[in-house]
């Protein structure tokens, strides 16, 4: 699975969107970009996922950039409930696939007043 | 309610007793998977299993066992707990049709070793 690298910290303010950004330059063609996060050592939560297309759910949408080295998470109207820590995760789909989420350092996005 | 349980939630052990950590899900999944969390290592798999009987090793298995006897349970058992072993434990679970998109995950077991 590609490596990801993220910010290992952000701050946002309440109210306004946050853009947690992730680069995976290694990525293969077929492997996704998935969001967790994880509020304060509770068990990680999904967000999100994609492939090539831009994504959108009730919580975030997902921007992955054109050649796909790249993307970003955003929140669009952050409250204080949203700071956790964010893992952006690379990983292949598919029947030789493990379902082993390999979680990195994250990025510690902290929303204030 | 779709959920992850585990219990106990916190322990406190000493060196050598056996002991059992539960999980158990209500969403009728194959896929069922345990992680432990250290800081500055993050969170690393131990054991997974795809389905009933069917279970393998993760990344960090030695010390720990696992069984899939029934498709919504799946014990983490440390036979002989050892400090290293202090640690957050979480289960998670997914449905497994070729993917997993989104992995649910229990509420965490914090485990002590003295």
């Known amino acids: 699975d590609a490596k990801t690298t993220q910010p290992p910290s952000m701050d946002c303010a309440e109210g306004r969107a946050a853009n947690l950004p992730c680069n995976h330059s290694t990525i293969s063609g077929n492997e996704y970009v998935y969001w967790y996060r994880q509020i304060h050592s509770q068990g990680p939560q999904y967000i999100i996922h994609g492939l090539k297309n831009n994504e959108t759910n009730e919580m975030a949408s997902l921007i992955i950039t054109e050649d796909r080295k790249s993307s970003t998470l955003i929140l669009p109207h952050a409250t204080l409930r949203d700071t956790a820590v964010y893992y952006c995760i690379v990983r292949v789909e598919g029947s030789s696939n493990t379902g082993k989420l390999i979680f990195g350092q994250g990025t510690t996005l902290q929303v204030k007043p | 309610e779709a959920q992850v349980t585990q219990n106990p939630r916190y322990l406190i052990t000493v060196t050598g007793k056996k002991l059992t950590v539960t999980c158990s899900q209500n969403?009728?999944?194959?896929?069922m998977s345990w992680y432990r969390q250290d800081p500055g290592l993050g969170l690393r798999q131990i054991y997974y299993s795809m389905n009933v009987e069917v279970t393998d090793k993760g990344d960090v298995p030695e010390g720990y066992k696992v069984s899939r006897k029934e498709k919504r349970n799946f014990p983490l058992i440390l036979e002989s707990p050892s400090p290293n072993q202090t640690s957050l434990y979480f289960c998670?679970?997914?449905?497994?049709?070729?993917?997993?998109?989104?992995?649910?995950f229990g509420p965490g077991t914090r485990l002590t070793v003295l």
């Open positions: 969403m009728n999944h194959e896929y």
């Open positions: 998670a679970s997914s449905s497994w049709t070729g993917n997993y998109n989104e992995q649910f």
